[in-house]
């Protein structure tokens, strides 16, 4: 049995339908609960990449029961309960089909869209003058529409999402507010563990008239961080930041001449880059949380997996 999961084909009790995403696995419990199935597969330039990474989707389950937990004050989210180390069960919504972007610091693909001449993103204008990984004055909200697998997400405005009535203007201002203030309580956590949280994305849905939260909250596949040690110093050097987020995948894809660009090949991963890279995503976990990472079995994984929901859902 493989180490890593890179496809399921469960059949849970009430499953209704199942759709998957570039990294997960979402199976439809009668329009009542959500299973997501948190897989290894890992995904770069809306591309998902040949080989899966031992332990990713723990890593990434993990972090974000722990960060659901630490903002439910903020806003409810989906999240009932973790079965398996790799899978959440949670309620079922109905997706807003946008994704809410928040930006501290010019960096990525802002810093690329920047250095190329660009000074507005998705309507913020930004100013000229500004420098690779410096902090903008209050943190911005850059929205992109929520793509189909296979397609890549689209920057789009405030106004543009208002007036085609993707949101309307009464809750799309709440989204705003909501993002911003998890984005605040991110910041104030990654602070306390000696880091900076940098830029991150945010999923909602509706329920009942209500707002959840749903998906992924700061983890690295979601969120990029910076070491907060020696930002300062890199930064007035010009030198690049020792970075916390899956960023290190994207710099050796486009090493190896690799965007997701028409017509562009997936450079060969060694089993040697397989490895560092879930290294690297212990090292995310462990550095975030600051707490030690328990590989959970994965002789059977395919297997466990399937008895802890299937056990959890006939509990329900």
């Known amino acids: 049995m493989s180490k890593a999961i890179v496809k399921t084909d469960y ?4 499953q209704k339908s199942v759709y998957k995403g570039k990294v997960r696995d979402v199976y439809n419990i009668n329009d009542d609960y959500l299973v997501m199935v948190v897989s290894d597969r890992i995904s770069a330039f809306d ?3 040949p080989k899966g990474i031992p332990f990713k989707g723990q890593v990434l389950n993990q972090i974000a029961e722990k960060f659901l937990d630490a903002t439910a004050d903020i806003v409810p989210n989906w999240k009932i309960a973790t079965p398996d180390p790799t899978v959440t069960v949670g309620h079922f919504c109905e997706t ?12 990525g693909s802002s810093w690329r869209l920047y250095k190329d001449g660009g000074r507005d993103i998705c309507g913020v204008p930004i100013p000229d003058g500004m420098k690779e990984h410096e902090a903008f004055p209050e943190p911005i909200l850059t929205p992109t529409t929520k793509a189909e697998q296979g397609e890549h997400d689209e920057n789009i405005t405030r106004e543009e999402i208002i007036k085609q009535g993707l949101v309307s203007e009464e809750e799309y201002l709440e989204l705003e507010r909501i993002s911003l203030e998890l984005f605040k309580r991110g910041s104030e956590i990654a602070k306390e563990m000696g880091l900076i949280l940098v ?3 945010y999923e909602f849905g509706r329920k009942d008239g209500q707002i959840y939260l749903i998906d992924e909250i700061h983890t690295p596949d979601s ?3 910076f070491y907060a040690d020696g930002y300062q110093e890199r930064f007035d050097k010009g030198e690049n930041q020792k970075q916390l987020s899956k960023e290190f995948v994207r710099e050796w894809l486009m090493d ?5 660009r028409e017509g562009e090949v997936v450079p060969e991963m ?9 290294d690297r995503y212990i090292e995310l976990y462990e550095s975030i949380t600051g707490d030690k990472f328990e590989k959970a079995d994965v002789s059977e994984v395919i297997g466990r997996v399937e008895k802890n929901v299937t056990d959890y859902l006939n509990s329900l």
């Open 11 to 14: 059949n849970f009790p009430g």
């Open 47 to 49: 591309v998902v990449l």
């Open 96 to 107: 807003y089909p946008v994704e809410m972007i928040v930006r501290g610091y010019l960096t």
């Open 199 to 201: 830029d991150t994305k």
């Open 223 to 225: 969120s990029r961080y």
């Open 256 to 260: 190896n001449n690799f965007q997701g």
């Open 270 to 278: 060694s089993d040697e880059f397989v490895t560092e890279v879930s």
